[in-house]
């Protein structure tokens, strides 16, 4: 005990070596100062170099004391730890190779049946694929054909007057047409993965069916409907037409409407917010004719009088054709369409709004009007105030005999008006229209009246 007291007792500073903050140049630099007064000249550096070299020989000393009395114990721990070593190893050896073995029995086992179970499925999947692809073809190819049919179905006479000897047209093609076409978009638009319709576009034989029969016979539908929409006439003002000829015009138009309505795209548009575009535009441009025929005849009436009476006849006539119009889509009910979110998006309108949706709300929704025949006569008379100025101002004989004659010719007006806001006789009572139109003929249309009064007396002057 007091051998290893002596040992230890060392003049060393162990605990300056050991502290973490030891720096080297800063104990040198103490050392030559506890050795040296400021004020030498010549600093005496052989005595803090024989400080550190006798510290370093304690140093030394005392390890090779250590290892010397300890050299059996670390022999002893150091052989233990080697033969542990090897122990181990011998263990993890036999655990490797065991190891390697599972490995292969495994690899044989899963890893290869996987591979060949992995190519088994993804020829599945390929030949699932394949035949959803062939379905969907095979059912494109079948609606075409049965498009092909039902528009054969069809008379090249898209006329809407029919007389005993020609051919009839089944107009109720144009329906069976339309949703036929709309069944093909509802697969050909669908290309998402998964859809119905994905990968249809690479197949030749659905590309030449779109180029050769779908894509002629719609434009051959809408055509076919949008001309029987154009020449609708229901034919009671001048009395030509027979009832069973009106209830054919009215069916036929009823057809073209609803195929327009169907066939209208929807791709690229809003569901909620879509309209039957070329329902509406076929409506627009029957309107848009009749206002136009009806502005340019008045016109050249009022510069020559004796024609007016006929030619306001005539007017009034077109006008119930619209007002006629109006009452057949009005009692159409909107059919539903496969593409779009049901119910079928609803329009705005005063009239019918408890009966679900008809093809006449939209109609009026994009005209801003609640009435077809209201709109006709307030768009005809914004028309005629500038022709009327037209003529007074060219003066001469139709000025003069226009101004000398205007009461009549404000009667002449009043009485059209009145009359073309009646319903044509053979739709009179359809859809519990006639009491509309018995309020009608008794003042309904005073405004209307006044507009159209005032656009030609209004502008004659004095």
């Not at 024989?50 to 721990?77: G, M, N, W």
């Not at 009106?246 to 209208?264: F, G, N, P, V």
Request: charged share 25%; glycine share 6%.
């Amino acid at each position: 005990m007091a051998a290893n007291e002596e040992e230890d007792a060392s003049y060393v500073d162990y605990d300056t070596f050991l502290d973490p903050d030891f720096s080297p140049s800063s104990f040198a630099n103490s050392l030559v100062l506890a050795t040296n007064n400021p004020t030498d000249t010549p600093l005496d550096l052989s005595t803090p170099l024989s400080k550190v070299l006798f510290d370093a020989q304690e140093i030394d000393s005392h390890i090779d004391l250590l290892t010397t009395r300890s050299a059996i114990p670390l022999l002893t721990h150091t052989k233990e730890q080697t033969e542990a070593s090897g122990k181990i190893i011998s263990e993890i050896d036999n655990q490797v190779k065991s190891l390697n073995e599972s490995y292969k029995q495994l690899e044989k086992e899963v890893i290869q049946k996987h591979a060949e179970a992995d190519e088994v499925r993804q020829v599945a999947a390929r030949l699932w694929e394949t035949l959803k692809l062939g379905r969907s073809v095979g059912r494109c190819l079948q609606l075409g054909r049965q498009l092909e049919i039902q528009h054969a179905e069809i008379s090249s006479s898209g006329s809407s007057t029919v007389t005993a000897g020609s051919k009839k047209e089944d107009h109720r093609a144009l329906v069976r047409c339309a949703h036929t076409i709309i069944s093909l978009r509802e697969i050909l638009e669908k290309k998402a993965p998964g859809e119905e319709g994905h990968g249809l576009e690479r197949v030749n034989a659905v590309r030449s069916l779109q180029d050769i029969i779908i894509a002629p016979i719609e434009r051959s539908v809408r055509s076919t409907s949008e001309q029987i929409i154009r020449e609708f006439n229901i034919g009671s003002a001048s009395g030509t037409a027979t009832f069973a000829q009106s209830e054919e015009a009215k069916a036929r138009t009823i057809s073209a409407a609803i195929a327009l309505y169907l066939i209208s795209p929807t791709a690229g548009t809003k569901l909620d917010k879509w309209t039957p575009q070329l329902l509406l535009q076929a409506l627009e441009v029957y309107l848009r004719n009749a206002l136009q025929s009806s502005i340019a005849s008045v016109a050249r009436s009022l510069a020559t009088l004796p024609s007016l009476d006929r030619t306001l006849a005539e007017v009034s006539a077109r006008c119930q054709n619209i007002l006629a119009l109006e009452i057949i889509l009005a009692g159409t009910k909107a059919p539903a369409h496969p593409l779009l979110p049901s119910p079928a998006p609803r329009h705005a309108d005063k009239a019918g709004a408890g009966s679900g949706p008809n093809l006449l709300q939209p109609l009026l929704a994009h005209l801003e009007t609640g009435s077809l025949a209201s709109y006709f006569w307030r768009s005809m008379a914004s028309s005629l105030a500038p022709r009327v100025q037209e003529i007074v101002n060219r003066g001469g004989v139709s000025a003069r005999t226009l101004k000398t004659n205007r009461a009549a010719v404000g009667d002449a007006i009043r009485e059209c008006v009145v009359r073309g806001s009646q319903p044509p006789s053979t739709v009179v009572g359809a859809k519990g229209k006639g009491a509309r139109g018995e309020a009608e003929r008794g003042g309904g249309w005073d405004r209307e009246v006044a507009v159209m009064v005032g656009s030609v007396v209004g502008n004659l002057g004095r």
